[in-house]
């Protein structure tokens, strides 16, 4: 199911007095759009579970700035000098925890456990008013776990199905407040074709992710491949070569899907701007096409696109032999125009 939605849905699940978790560090690998959205939508009493202040006017500060966050649970506030003055002035109550212990309080409430123990901030303000356990002739710090009602996460690429992959900075917190909110909404800088993220980079399952939306129009990439094995009816001419045509074919299957990706609607393909063949290709040869959308219009949608060859066919050797590349061999490249009228779009 394609879990893609309007950044505007996506900020009214978000209600007052709701505990918000929000991933990343400084405002790296923060949701920035959610959070800006969050920050103009008037919602207030939140308790805000994040690991620092981050600035007065970027990532989880702006929330602050506006006096919409009535306790903040995170390792530290240094670098947002306006939530240490509204902590001073009692109008926002702040939690302090370590940074380690944070993140596995999160997980702890993810996981379904009863608390973590830990020697981190024994005989320290930190252990004020909590329960100490002994094991093994070692004291530890019992931290409860912590959940939310909503958890705001940053992906580096997702699926439409919410499965997500993350890369650098979007690491910091998002795997881990993925699994421990009720509600989960991804912001992805990439969007993908369900099925074709290699599972063993999943870091949240779609199971977790309740809805998706766009990063910054910018920064987002919006891409889509198919492949497909060239057949004996796809050879054109002499030696089985294929026809370059087939891989115009290919593009336009992926312009297709990459408008419904982001559309919602199948629109129409208005015509290439520049379409080059690089390499050759033969009956019994796997294509690989991708197709990316590079500029957002109205109603336009500028795309490039690549063919490569990651199968050859070897009938030098039997009818039957073919080898996978090491190194795919791009056998054609182009960019193109597609069009999906004002009526037809149904996707913010």
Excluded at 58 to 78: D, F, M, T
Excluded at 181 to 194: L, M, R, S, Y
Excluded at 199 to 216: K, N, Y
Excluded at 269 to 286: I, M, N, S
Aim: charged residues 20%; hydrophobic residues 40%; neutral net charge.
């Amino acid at each position: 199911m394609n879990k893609l939605i309007s950044i505007e849905a996506a900020v009214s699940r978000v209600k007052d007095g709701m505990t918000l978790m929000i991933g990343g560090f400084l405002g790296n690998g923060t949701p920035s759009r959610l959070v800006d959205a969050l920050a103009s939508s008037g919602v207030k009493n939140l308790t805000l579970i994040c690991n620092d202040a981050a600035f007065p006017d970027r990532g989880v500060g702006r929330l602050i700035v506006n006096r919409q966050v009535k306790k903040l649970y995170a390792s530290h506030i240094g670098t947002n000098p306006l939530a240490g003055e509204q902590m001073n002035a009692g109008e926002l109550e702040v939690e302090f925890c370590p940074q380690g212990t944070l993140a596995e309080r999160v997980r702890a409430g993810g996981s379904g456990l009863g608390g973590v123990l830990t020697p981190t901030g024994l005989g320290t303000i930190v252990a004020r008013g909590k329960e100490i356990v002994a094991v093994g002739g070692k004291e530890y710090l019992l931290e409860t776990p912590l959940r939310a009602d909503v958890a705001l996460v940053r992906a580096s690429v997702a699926d439409a199905s919410g499965n997500l992959v993350y890369r650098g900075t979007s690491e910091n917190f998002n795997p881990l407040m993925a699994m421990a909110a009720d509600t989960v909404i991804a912001e992805a800088g990439e969007f993908v074709a369900t099925g074709s993220i290699d599972p063993g980079r999943v870091r949240t399952p779609g199971t977790l992710v309740d809805a998706l939306v766009a990063g910054e129009p910018s920064r987002c990439r919006w891409t889509a491949a198919v492949r497909a094995r060239m057949s004996a009816h796809d050879a054109h001419y002499g030696g089985s070569l294929v026809d370059g045509a087939k891989m115009l074919q290919l593009f336009g299957d992926v312009a297709t899907e990459l408008l419904i990706q982001h559309d919602g609607d199948e629109g129409l393909f208005a015509g290439y701007d520049k379409v080059e063949f690089l390499a050759p290709v033969r009956a019994g040869d796997y294509i690989e096409a991708r197709g990316e959308i590079t500029r957002v219009g109205k109603s336009s949608r500028g795309m490039t696109f690549e063919a490569r060859k990651v199968i050859e066919a070897r009938p030098d050797i039997s009818a039957s032999a073919a080898d996978v590349l090491a190194e795919p061999v791009v056998v054609c490249r182009a960019s193109g125009t597609c069009v999906v009228t004002k009526e037809c779009q149904r996707k913010s």
